[in-house]
């Protein structure tokens, strides 16, 4: 059974900083790309980042500069280093697995992120 276990949220500061953790199981994590996604109240959940099995990354603009995406294959952890944060990062954000050619077929529970201006 896959399972996905964010970690790390909370309520910071603008400006501050936040480092989310997902450890992953179940799952042959090393040949997966992970992603992470937030979903704001009253809005729709969005994309933020993802990391390639290969290492590659990819950010949306709004947090580009700001956010770091790295992974652990020896833990089975991803990690989100937010950095720099802004009222408008306020979100519940998710971790999801994506296998090549299936989607984003794996998410987590979630965790809160609050920033008070």
């Known amino acids: 059974q896959v399972q996905l276990v964010e970690s790390g949220g909370g309520l910071v500061q603008t400006g501050g900083s936040l480092r989310l953790s997902c450890a992953a199981s179940g799952l042959t994590f090393s040949s997966y790309t992970m992603g992470w996604f937030r979903q704001a109240p009253g809005k729709e959940r969005e994309f933020v980042t993802r990391?390639?099995?290969?290492?590659?990354?990819y950010y949306v603009d709004s947090v580009k500069g700001r956010f770091t995406i790295s992974r652990d294959n020896a833990k089975n952890t991803v990690y989100l280093q937010m950095n720099s944060l802004k009222p408008e990062d306020t979100a519940v954000y998710y971790c999801a697995g994506n296998s090549a050619g299936e989607g984003w077929n794996y998410w987590g529970q979630g965790t809160q992120v609050t920033v008070s201006s």
């Open positions: 990391i390639w099995s290969s290492g590659i990354t």
